[in-house]
């Protein structure tokens, strides 16, 4: 079981952190994922993390504003966001597969945690 949090109402220009917390004893057996899905549109990929944390991948959208990490102690997985745009208003998803993370951004995770509410305003 996956559980996002840390979505809000931001000001363009500003932060924020997701997180992504685990229920597994397996963690790090998993890529991790982040996703989005903004109003009348597809879902999207946003960023992936190796199961040991070492490599990423990152959308070209959010690349040098988001940084994605985890923690395999905590069974945590952060998208930190920042220097955000009116267009990352979204729904994200965290997400969890044992394919490999660079396999995440063309092929759907198996697991998903519910969504968290993203509204960057202008």
């Known amino acids: 079981q996956l559980q996002a949090s840390g979505g809000g109402l931001v000001q363009a220009g500003g932060s924020l952190r997701l997180s992504c917390r685990a229920s597994?004893?397996?963690?790090?057996?998993?890529?991790m994922g982040w996703f989005r899905q903004a109003p009348g549109k597809e879902r999207e990929f946003v960023a992936s993390?190796?199961?040991?944390?070492?490599?990423?991948m990152y959308a070209d959208s959010v690349k040098g504003r988001f940084t994605i990490s985890r923690d395999n102690v905590r069974n945590t997985a952060s998208l930190q966001m920042n220097s955000l745009k009116p267009e990352d208003t979204a729904v994200y998803y965290c997400a969890a597969d044992p394919m490999a993370y660079y396999s995440l951004v063309k092929q759907n995770p198996n697991y998903w945690g519910q969504g968290t509410h993203v509204t960057v305003s202008s």
């Open positions: 597994t004893r397996t963690f790090s057996s998993y890529s």
């Open positions: 993390v190796s199961r040991g944390g070492e490599l990423t």
